[in-house]
């Protein structure tokens, strides 16, 4: 499966954003989709995970919301009260085996998007 993210941006502090993963190729609605994000000079962290469940990294958890519409094979992710701390580069990421418990781990995934931008000015 092939993913592009869309829909980072510039957004004040305490704003909203909503980022987009679509999808082609593969049965979509088999694959397990997260999104990471990679902030200057850090690791890419694990932020968000679904499937049949979802699964929330504890520093973004009750302020974004992961979803997804295997009809129409995209992943969202909705970004409220954002922080500069949530300044980074987004990635979507795809898996079809991965097990739950590495779901946190970005090697573990085989499918990637190319990246949105999401700045947050204070």
């Known amino acids: 499966v092939q993913l592009q993210a869309s829909g980072g941006g510039l957004v004040q502090a305490g704003g909203s954003l909503r980022l987009s993963c679509s999808a082609s190729?593969?049965?979509?609605?088999?694959?397990?989709v997260a999104w990471f994000r990679q902030a200057p000079g850090k690791e890419r962290e694990f932020v968000a995970a679904?499937?049949?469940?979802?699964h929330y990294a504890d520093s973004i958890k009750g302020r974004f919301t992961i979803s997804r519409d295997d009809a129409k094979k995209m992943v969202y992710l909705q970004m409220n009260s954002l922080s500069p701390d949530d300044t980074a580069v987004y990635y979507c990421?795809?898996?079809?085996?991965?097990?739950?418990?590495?779901?946190?781990?970005?090697?573990?995934?085989?499918?990637w998007g190319q990246g949105t931008q999401v700045t947050v000015s204070s």
């Open positions: 990421a795809a898996s079809a085996t991965i097990i739950l418990s590495m779901i946190r781990r970005s090697e573990m995934y085989s499918n």
């Open positions: 190729g593969g049965a979509f609605s088999n694959y397990r």
């Open positions: 679904i499937r049949g469940t979802t």
